[in-house]
């Protein structure tokens, strides 16, 4: 669309400024594209380094929950073997257990 001067004629000015205003506003949504092709890159690493260490975290849960499977196995064979000493044996386990998780999560 060309705008026109008082007397009816194309302003020739007026449209040579309007493409230099339409190439500024381009450069502009070039950059701001840019930019978020970046943060979307950067969002992708994030996920995929994120979903790694969920992975290996449930690859160590299932290895605790075995470690603590057997010992609760262990641990019935010990209180049906019928000792006296099975409320010792229970409160040293819970203590060694509240332990390693201490040491885990600091």
């Given at each position: 669309?060309?705008?026109?001067s008082s007397?009816g004629?194309?302003?020739?000015g007026g449209s040579?400024?309007?493409?230099q205003?339409?190439?500024?506003?381009?450069?502009?949504l070039?950059?701001?594209?840019g930019?978020?092709?970046?943060?979307?890159?950067?969002?992708g690493?994030d996920?995929?380094?994120?979903?790694?260490l969920?992975?290996?975290?449930?690859?160590d849960?299932d290895?605790?929950?075995?470690?603590l499977?057997?010992?609760?196995?262990?641990?019935?064979i010990?209180s049906?073997?019928g000792?006296?000493n099975?409320?010792?044996?229970?409160?040293?386990f819970?203590?060694?257990?509240?332990l390693?998780?201490?040491f885990m999560?600091?």
């Amino acid at each position: 669309m060309a705008y026109r001067s008082s007397r009816g004629t194309p302003n020739g000015g007026g449209s040579a400024y309007l493409e230099q205003e339409n190439d500024q506003l381009l450069e502009g949504l070039k950059d701001k594209i840019g930019t978020l092709k970046r943060v979307t890159i950067n969002i992708g690493d994030d996920v995929r380094s994120q979903n790694r260490l969920l992975d290996q975290m449930g690859t160590d849960f299932d290895a605790s929950q075995g470690l603590l499977g057997a010992t609760m196995k262990k641990l019935g064979i010990v209180s049906r073997a019928g000792g006296g000493n099975v409320l010792c044996y229970l409160v040293l386990f819970a203590f060694f257990v509240f332990l390693c998780i201490y040491f885990m999560v600091r």
